[in-house]
């Protein structure tokens, strides 16, 4: 019986191979005999894959694709964070992820590796694997829809964050800081120290690691900043120029 990836999915993948992350790979070997890795075609009606649907078992999009794929993220702290981002959001019932039903991952390291499916609660994964790559599943009645994992692709215009006058601080240095763990930057530790004292935790060390880059999409959010993960002329001037909260 035949099997391919639904377009949808192979989208997301390229994207995501773009950023550095590896395809694993969306239609199952011979030891995958149920569930979304699998072609409907190959499963009974009885399977989770089509049993569980919202659309009923035989709302297909296409019988002869495969409704899940694997991001490989290698372990890799940077590529784990954007996981742990779709995670959250999947647990917050985000609308515009409401095509996607499951994720099987460890997007924490020294965490378990969590399993997700939509309408239960998040709980320990209990087979195997899935600690360097994550498992993300479509309905298969909606495995036409792209979910823009990884990119906005163009349908929410990103809102021009208000501009920030910083009165107070040292001038913004002049080019945009962003995430780069093993490289000391006395740029990074100035604003890092604003932010310590600002109530937040992160270390001041000068090196732009997941901690800091954690504290800067959190402040971005807390401020409707424009959450990018980068510390540029903005996010600089509003860590000296916005009040504390």
Known sequence: ??????????????????????????????????????????VPSSDYSRRRDPAGPNACKNWDWAC???????GKSNLRAKHAEILARLEANDAKLSMLCEFIGQPWSGKPVYYWFRG???????????????????????SD???????????????????????????????????????????????QGQMQSRGWT????GYFGQQTLGVVKGFQ??????????IGNITWNAAWGLPVT
């Open 145 to 191: 829809q792209r979910a823009y994992l990884w990119t906005d692709g163009g349908a929410t215009p990103t809102p021009t964050p208000t501009p920030v006058v910083n009165k107070t601080g040292p001038a913004y240095p002049g080019y945009v800081l962003g995430y780069a763990p093993s490289k000391f930057d006395s740029n990074v530790q100035t604003w």
């Open 68 to 74: 899940a794929g694997d991001f490989g993220h290698s």
């Open 202 to 205: 992160v270390g001041v060390d």
């Open 221 to 230: 959010q807390e401020k409707n900043l424009g959450v990018d993960g980068l």
């Open 1 to 42: 019986m035949a099997c391919s990836c639904s377009p949808a999915i192979s989208a997301e993948m390229v994207e995501w191979v773009r950023l550095g992350g590896g395809n694993s790979g969306c239609c199952g070997n011979a030891a995958h005999t149920y569930g979304f890795h699998c072609p409907a075609n190959k």
């Open 120 to 142: 239960e609660s998040i709980r320990k994964y209990t087979g195997s694997g899935h600690d360097t790559w994550s498992h993300i599943s479509w309905w298969r009645s909606r």
